[in-house]
Nanobody
Framework: QVQLEEFGGGLVQAGGSLRLSCAPS????????MGWIRQAPGKEREFVAA????????AYADYVKGRFTITRDNAKSTIYLQMNSLKPEDTAVYYC???????????????????WGQGTQVTVSS
């Protein structure tokens, strides 16, 4: 398994923006689908967005469409999540995750992802 590492996160007011990034620790190349999964206090983990390694196909959860954008730099094996128009309900721990079974497709079931980061807290105040 590969350890992923998240960067970014923090506290922002509602309507504000944050950018998260994620890369494998140690600079290990990662040629698989990667994405973001979040978990709010007292709730189950839920899929947010993901992007494939080949062709950079993307998928978004309905509750972030139009507000969040996922991108990828394959040369750095790094993904980014630009989060705009943040809402208090976006408050959660955001996990970077990788799906080593996929290179060109994107899965939206969070439990299918098998490589994980430790998570970064995003807090949106009202």
């Amino acid at each position: 398994q590969v350890q992923l590492e998240e960067f970014g996160g923090g506290l922002v007011q509602a309507g504000g923006s944050l950018r998260l990034s994620c890369a494998p620790s140690g600079g290990t190349p990662y040629k698989y689908t990667m994405g973001w999964i979040r978990q709010a206090p007292g709730k189950e983990r839920e899929f947010v967005a993901a992007i494939s390694w080949r062709d950079q196909n993307t998928a978004y959860a309905d509750y972030v469409k139009g507000r969040f954008t996922i991108t990828r730099d394959n040369a750095k094996s790094t993904i980014y999540l630009q989060m705009n128009s943040l809402k208090p309900e976006d408050t959660a721990v955001y996990y970077c995750a990788g799906d080593s079974d996929r290179r060109s497709t994107v899965g939206t079931i969070w439990s299918d992802y098998d490589d994980w980061g430790q998570g970064t807290q995003v807090t949106v105040s009202s």
